[in-house]
């Protein structure tokens, strides 16, 4: 018998366990794609699957892989349309078995050679579909959460007063980022964690399409220039999240060119639309940024967390973190793209391009293309049904897959309303039949599908409408 640390890493108990698990795998895929009796979610209290996996035995590999794939939400169901994550690529699954089992750190060059050329090919062809130059370099992050972040401290450093970097904020007070209401809540986060507080964010108004409006640019940037702010920066949504709302980014950045001040795009969720013919123009203006983020596993349909963050200006990217950190690099002042934790936030962060790259490589952009073409189309044609029924209500025109509507009767109040369609979700998702997600907007509360399964189509869409005013039926005769 060998000692269990040597047998732990036996090649022929990998390749037993293994196999096991890429049957069980498919065997789902299968299974969970022809949905009919299976809930989208198993959802249990909180509680509970905290007592039920703190109780568990580990009996076998086989038998720890069923479970946690019986409790897990099951994203390559049809019903699946709650939050913004893609269903894996089978195949993109396969290369993070990869990537996890390889675990190169491509923080420095010699960890990961592979992995290092890789993330900068990536960052380079986002670049080259954005139309930046030649001078354009990027990195890739764990998540559009940290790219903001990162792309906030870029444009501080950049167009702050000084060296911010070194000299902390002091001749920097009441700096301000411009961003409207709509954007995602970690931009706000990342200006508080800047230590800019609740006044380093000014949010320009929207319109009723839940864009940001341009036609409030100047007076927003001349009311709080006047109280002494400065702003540094401004972010454009590609998309929102709420709504899905595209703001006009060409407008935007001719405003933060006029001004001076950094202009980031956060297509956290939309940049995948670079790569579709049909919606490409809703990311119009986009090569004016001098920063973007486009997360990969949001609607490029890859395994692992993959955030592009794309500078126009390359060498921006090195002023975000300029420190020394000499057990890593000797000569750390050098611009060397392939130390990637120069400009990162991450040390050991795993060569995670490798998923976004193999979808480009062996799949091609043509899939991303007809991917957003596919899922921004029924987003359009769920919105028509919805609107042309009376019992529902529709806030938006849907410009990407991403809808927010809600059960409605004449009957009812605003506030009656709210707590049918509470009920009404908790039911469905309680149920298993459907995966979806709720908002709120002008303090109403919405539904809210994301629809980010290729497999669902209009027909499921529809069979939601019909599960919804079954519940509203039932929710209102129980009281
Ligand atoms: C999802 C999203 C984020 C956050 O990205 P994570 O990868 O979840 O950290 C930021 N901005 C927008 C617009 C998003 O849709």
């Known amino acids: 018998m060998k000692p269990p640390l040597i047998q732990a890493f036996s090649a022929e108990d990998f390749r037993a366990d293994g196999h096991t698990l890429i049957d069980l795998i498919a065997d789902y895929l299968q299974a969970v794609q022809s949905e009919e009796d299976m809930p989208v979610c198993p959802l249990v209290p909180p509680e509970d699957s905290l007592s039920r996996w703190k109780d568990q035995s580990f009996t076998s590999p086989k038998a720890f892989y069923q479970q946690i794939i019986q409790s897990a939400n099951h994203l390559h169901h049809p ?5 913004q994550v893609s269903p894996a690529l089978p195949s993109s699954a396969l290369s993070g078995l990869l990537v996890s089992f390889l675990k190169n750190a491509s923080g420095v060059f010699e960890m990961a050679p592979a992995g290092t050329a890789i993330e900068k090919i990536v960052a380079n062809e986002f670049a080259r579909f954005i139309g930046f130059g030649t001078q354009s370099d990027g990195i890739i992050t764990s998540g559009g959460t940290l790219a903001n972040l990162t792309a906030m401290l870029t444009a501080r450093q950049v167009k702050g007063t000084g060296d911010i970097w070194n000299d902390g904020l002091e001749n920097n007070p009441n700096l301000a980022i411009m961003v409207s209401e709509e954007a995602h809540y970690c931009i706000e986060r990342a200006a508080r964690i800047m230590g800019l507080g609740a006044k380093g964010l000014v949010t320009i108004p929207i ?3 839940f864009k940001t409006n341009p036609a409030f640019l100047e007076s927003v940037y001349q009311k709080h220039t006047a109280e002494g702010k400065k702003v540094f920066a401004i972010v454009g949504n ?3 999240t709420a709504t899905g709302a595209h703001d006009d980014l060409r407008s935007i950045g001719r405003f933060a060119q006029a001004k001076n001040i950094w202009y980031h795009v956060d297509a956290a969720h939309g940049g995948a639309a670079l790569f579709s013919d049909k919606y490409r123009n809703l990311l119009d203006g986009i090569e004016l940024a001098d920063s973007v983020v486009i997360d990969a596993h949001k609607m490029m349909l890859t395994s692992g967390l993959c955030t592009a ?3 126009k200006d390359g060498n921006n990217s090195y002023r975000t973190f300029q420190f020394k950190a000499q057990y890593l690099f000797e000569e750390s002042q050098d611009k060397e793209w392939f130390n990637m934790a120069k400009r990162t936030f991450e040390c050991t962060k795993f060569m995670n391009a490798l998923n ?3 979808v480009l490589k062996q799949h091609g952009p043509e899939l991303i293309g007809a991917y957003v073409d596919q899922t921004y189309d029924l987003a359009k044609a769920f919105f028509k049904s919805l609107d042309s029924d009376p ?3 529709t806030i938006h025109h849907p410009s990407a897959n991403i809808l927010c509507f809600r059960y409605f009767d004449e009957q009812k109040n ?6 049918l369609n509470r009920s009404i979700l908790e039911a469905i998702v309680r149920s298993g039949d459907f995966y979806l997600v709720s908002t709120t907007i002008n303090n109403t509360f919405y539904l809210r599908v994301s629809i980010m399964n290729p497999l669902t189509t209009l027909t499921h869409l529809q ?3 019909v599960r919804i005013k079954k519940q509203a039926l039932a929710s209102s005769t129980k009281k």
Do not use: N, P, R, V
């Open 207 to 209: 319109t009723k399409e």
């Open 238 to 240: 590609a998309c929102s």
């Open 356 to 358: 976004t790259y193999q």
């Open 463 to 465: 069979a939601l409408a």
């Open 79 to 83: 019903h699946y349309m709650g939050h």
């Open 414 to 419: 605003k506030e009656e309303l709210d707590q």
């Open 391 to 393: 019992l529902f209500e």
């Open 309 to 311: 963050l794309i500078y």
